[in-house]
């Protein structure tokens, strides 16, 4: 069950209005790593968790938090939209000025959502639940979640050097504050779970299904042999199990496939060892 506090979070209120801006500000609402994505990716994974108490909460408190972040980023979206140029766009537009400014915001801010947020990334690309993973196996979902808090991050900060609205950078480094911590605590529970599973996600497979000559095998398949200089290809491997080795020319374990040609009634491109009628094979049969 959830209750809604009418307050924020943190403050989300600009100095000024700013059209062009709120529309960049989108993709950290709608886009792939914004906070419509973290916050259904975390709740979805809580609502599927059936381990450990504390790994549930740790999901369902995140998630909840993400929710308080989309309303501060959709109350600081509608904020920069008061004031857009009115209805008369295009006299203003003969301005060579407004008519650039124009060119940058989101028509749709206006059409559609009536100056407000909208759950879209900053192209005008709705949301969708293809951007969220939530697997049931904990450690590989911690770890998608904490790359969406470094994507996150990454963008929010790229956002804060594209505006001087003091209002704005306030509430981003709120934000880029709470995904430092996101990642700080994504990282410490991956590392609490590998130290019980190890590394490898499933651990639960059985080794001895997998083709374990090829298990810590790196395989060049570049021009020169730069790789074989990283920690992946040489000593004990990171899951303590085996040692990397590496194969400098990548070999070929399996044979040259050769595909039988297709029915006729398939009208492929003919073999040219069948391109006469005597060779072709009866339909009917």
């Known amino acids: 069950m959830f209750y809604h506090m009418k307050e924020l979070q943190y403050h989300a209120k600009p100095e ?18 914004g ?18 108490g504390k790994y549930r909460d740790l999901l369902m408190d995140t998630g909840t938090e ?23 766009l295009e006299e203003a537009a003969k301005n060579p000025v407004v008519a650039a400014i124009l060119g940058g915001t989101n028509p749709q801010h206006q ?9 879209s990334d900053s192209v005008g690309n709705r949301w969708t639940a293809d951007y969220i993973i939530a697997s049931g196996n904990l450690l590989a ?18 956002l804060y050097e594209l505006t001087d609205d003091p209002g704005v950078k306030d509430m981003l480094s709120w934000l880029i504050a709470r995904d430092r ?10 590392k609490e779970l590998e130290a019980k599973e190890n590394i490898v996600v499933p651990s639960t497979f059985p080794p001895e299904l997998e083709k374990q000559e090829v298990s810590y095998t790196f ?50 491109t003919l073999p040219a060892v069948m391109r006469h009628s005597d060779d072709l094979p009866d339909p009917h049969l």
């Open 111 to 119: 059409i559609v959502s009536g100056l407000g947020a909208m759950p």
């Open 219 to 268: 395989f060049n398949t570049s021009a020169g042999n730069e790789s074989a200089a990283g920690r992946w290809a040489h000593g004990p491997s990171m899951d303590g199990c085996g040692t990397f080795t590496y194969a400098e020319n990548s070999p070929a374990f399996g044979e040259r496939p050769k595909l039988p040609p297709a029915p006729p009634y398939i009208h492929d």
């Open 181 to 190: 911590m996101h990642q700080n605590q994504w990282y410490a529970a991956i």
């Open 66 to 88: 993400e929710l308080a972040h989309i309303e501060m980023l959709a109350t600081m979206i509608a904020r920069l939209l008061d004031g857009a140029p009115d209805a008369d």
């Open 141 to 158: 979902d911690f770890r998608a979640n904490l790359n969406a808090e470094s994507q996150g991050r990454l963008q929010a900060v790229r």
């Open 16 to 33: 000024r209005p700013d059209p062009v801006y709120a529309k960049k500000l989108q993709e950290i609402l709608g886009g792939q790593f």
């Open 35 to 52: 906070e419509i994505s973290v916050a259904m990716q975390y709740l979805f994974q809580g609502w599927n968790t059936r381990g450990d």
